[in-house]
């Protein structure tokens, strides 16, 4: 069975373990290197093949957005880019995605959700030769973090990470309105789920009232937000994140999107 390589860029020891660790005795995943800085990554990636880069944005010598820089000019294959960094504003995500970089994970590192988007990557280059092999079924094999207690305070960061995870999946990008409505009405969908079924009544006035704004701006902002997904194709991401096939074959409704997202945080999250 073929397998990804994956190149590890991060000036932090502990990190690096943690990932070598985690992907040790894995099918799919073969680590072909760990480094410490932008430059050596960048030497590795000219002798080695690489399919993905898990690419630290705060190194010595180039940092993560120096070498996606280098890479505009890649003779070779570009390969998959997984940013992480302890940097978690707008701004930064936006700046990685835009200059490169394929998905954006928050330190500290959630492990199932890298090895997801590791996974995203086999199943969209076909590096896994079973047809039936498909993320869900890969997925099983991860083994989940063990059960946490939480306060109602590291609770509600767990589930934008879920949310942040889904939104940069599908292509929603950080900066437009449309993204903080739609990741507030999704929570608040969580925490009661009957206010899906009143979305004009409840969901958008409350979403309103939170950002002091309208309701019909609510409305129209999260509705250009799951347009601009769908107009860059990668809603039918989708479809590998459930595990399903067609479950976004048509654009889906503001209501039905967040249904869709709120109960995946629910089933996933124990929330």
Known sequence: MNKINVLIADDNQDTR??????????DHISVVGEVDNGMKALAIMQNVPVDAVILDIVMPELDGFGVLKQLRNFPGKKPYI?????????????????????????????????????????????LIPAPAATTMALTQQIVPPPPLTVTTSSRGNT????ITHIFLTVGIPAHIKGYQFLRE?????????????????????????????????????IRHAIEVAW????????????GAKNIC???????????????????????
């Open 17 to 26: 373990n943690q990932i070598l660790k985690y992907f040790r005795n894995s």
């Open 82 to 126: 997984i940013m992480i960094s302890r940097l978690h504003s707008d701004a930064c995500v936006n700046r990685a995605l835009s200059e490169g970089a394929d998905y954006y994970l928050m330190k500290p590192l959630n492990m199932q959700s890298l090895h997801e988007q590791l996974l995203l990557l086999l199943t969209k280059n076909t």
């Open 159 to 162: 589930l934008d990470e879920r």
């Open 185 to 221: 009405a999704i929570k608040l969908v969580v925490d009661s789920p009957d206010m899906i079924n009143c979305i004009t009544k409840r969901l958008y006035p409350t979403v309103a009232g939170n950002f002091l704004t309208s309701p019909s701006k609510v409305e129209r902002a």
């Open 231 to 242: 107009s860059r194709g990668k809603m039918t991401n989708l479809n590998i994140l459930f």
């Open 249 to 271: 074959e048509y654009k889906p409704t503001n209501g039905e999107f967040i249904a869709l997202i709120a109960d995946k945080m629910k089933i996933e999250g124990g929330f």
